[in-house]
Each structure stands twice: as C-alpha cells, then as structure tokens.
C-alpha cells in the first residue's frame, strides 16, 4: 500500500493518504481573534487545499468531525458549513464540544475522504 503524506512537520502530517482515503487532520484557523464563521471559513479553505493536494474534493467526503469549544456557536457554524458543503454529497458528521489546545480558537475540524 502507498502511502502519501502532505504538509509534514515535526510532530504530525496535516494530511495522508492509505488505502483509497484521504485523512485530514485536525485543521484551525489562522486568526485565532476571528469570530466563528471567518474561523469556519479559514478551517474549511484548509480542508479544501488538503484534499485538493492529495487528489480529492469535498464532493468525497465520507466523514467531518467539528470540535467546538462553546457549543452555542454550533448555529453560526452551520450556517458556514451549509454554504460549503456538496449539498448532493454530504458527508457523515460529528459535532461535540471540547475544549481546544488555544482558548482562542473557536473551531476545529477533521475529515476523511475517498480518493
């Protein structure tokens, strides 16, 4: 099996593909001080340019967790994610409340797509 990893760091790859999938992982933003949804928005532009390097669209997803620090944010997020996602190709979705490594940072997702 071929293994690919994208955006390698010290500590983790911020993407990899095995097996037919691509796994995206936990994904912030840049602007810690920006509300939700400009934070959403940063989070699923990243998503986007992970699953376009490894050969992928958002159309494949099959899986999206969101960890949210405040769960009363859930509705502004939504209303950014609902704009983002293939509405014909929704992935399974996971959404809980966590408390995050920044106390700045407002949301965090992962994902998992087929090549």
Not at 16 to 35: E, I, M, T
Not at 65 to 76: G, H, K, R, T, Y
Request: net charge neutral; aromatic share 6%; proline share 3%.
């Amino acid at each position: 099996m071929t293994i690919k990893r994208f955006d390698v760091g010290s500590r983790m790859s911020q993407a990899v593909s095995a097996g037919g999938f691509v796994y995206v992982a936990g994904q912030v933003a840049d602007d810690r001080k920006a509300g939700i949804e400009a934070q959403t928005r940063d989070v699923l532009a990243k998503i986007d340019a992970l699953l376009s390097q490894a050969g992928t669209t958002k159309s494949k997803l099959v899986a999206v967790n969101v960890f949210l620090p405040n769960i009363s944010d859930f509705d502004a997020m939504n209303t950014v994610y609902d704009a983002w996602i293939d509405p014909k190709n929704p992935a399974a979705r996971a959404c809980v409340e966590a408390r995050l490594a920044d106390p700045d940072l407002r949301v965090e997702m992962t994902a998992v797509a087929v090549l």
